[in-house]
């Protein structure tokens, strides 16, 4: 009875602090600071995957930004492997639903990450999904729109009195200034969640980065059937033959008596 009980409050409290979606927060009227910042990108690495390298200037005075970055089907973000590198200095990450590592790039859906940066150049490991095969050309470019950047406007450690929800206090600055302050982790938990505002980037339509890599080609489909199930038979066929050549020929121990 006590274990119900408790499973029931922990639900209750789990509910309490669902994190509003991004994509829902995005459609309202998010408030815009009057600052501007200029943003360099790029992505490195050979391969499928990369590092996605965000330096962001004109911001000296500020200590934390938060990104949201809208990852395209054409990458995926592995969530476990940020999380285990944030003792080497990866940011934190928050995502709205689960994503799934596996899917090539036509059945995946786009999805958009929170990141919170503690310092004014953030790596964020991102990978490749695989590409569909081509008729026409033998690789893809995909790309990767530049991020919508968030500083401070409400903060837990700014003027928040002891024991006072910090809620209260992005509401009211809320009403204060007619808009809605986006609701992002202040750390590197979900919670407690702090207001940002959202800062213009400088040059932003130009801010885009792309990858080459390679894809199939269509034209070798049939050679690419061809050789997996060749490969599948001659396999079978070496399992059947070990097989049956262990079960016929006698031990050691039955020819010495």
């Given at each position: 009875m006590s274990s119900m009980i408790t499973l029931f409050f922990s639900c209750c409290f789990t509910t309490i602090l669902a994190r509003e979606p991004w994509q829902q927060q995005?459609?309202?009227?998010?408030?815009?600071?009057s600052r501007t910042v200029d943003l360099k990108r790029e992505l490195t690495n050979s391969g499928f995957h990369k590092?996605?390298?965000?330096?962001?200037?004109?911001m000296d005075e500020v200590k934390r930004v938060f990104l949201l970055e809208n990852i395209t089907s054409n990458f995926y973000v592995d969530i476990d492997q940020v999380k285990e590198g944030l003792y080497?200095?990866?940011?934190?990450?928050?995502?709205?639903?689960?994503?799934?590592?596996?899917k090539p790039a036509d059945v995946s859906p786009h999805h958009i990450i929170g990141v919170l940066g503690n310092t004014h150049h953030v790596t964020l490991p991102v990978h490749h999904r695989y590409q569909p095969a081509s008729s026409?050309?033998?690789?893809?470019?995909?790309?990767?729109?530049?991020?919508?950047?968030?500083?401070?406007a409400v903060s837990s450690e700014d003027g928040v009195a002891v024991g006072e929800d910090i809620t209260a206090q992005i509401?009211?600055?809320?009403g204060r200034r007619g808009c809605v302050l986006l609701r992002a982790p202040c750390g590197v938990t979900p919670f407690?969640?702090?207001?940002?505002?959202?800062?213009?980037?400088?040059?932003?339509?130009?801010?885009?980065?792309?990858?080459?890599?390679p894809v199939?080609?269509?034209?070798?489909?049939?050679?690419?059937q061809c050789t997996t199930i060749g490969a599948i038979l001659f396999s079978f066929l070496a399992i059947v033959y070990t097989v049956y050549t262990k079960t016929t020929t006698p031990d050691k121990e039955d020819k010495t008596e």
């Open positions: 995005l459609r309202k009227d998010i408030c815009q600071s590092d996605l390298i965000t330096t962001i200037g004109n080497l200095g990866l940011p934190a990450v928050f995502n709205d639903e689960n994503i799934d590592v596996e026409d050309s033998s690789y893809s470019t995909p790309c990767l729109a530049p991020p919508r950047v968030y500083v401070l509401t009211a600055e809320e407690p969640e702090c207001g940002w505002e959202e800062v213009r980037v400088v040059g932003k339509e130009q801010l885009q980065v792309c990858s080459t890599i199939g080609k269509l034209g070798d489909l049939g050679i690419v």
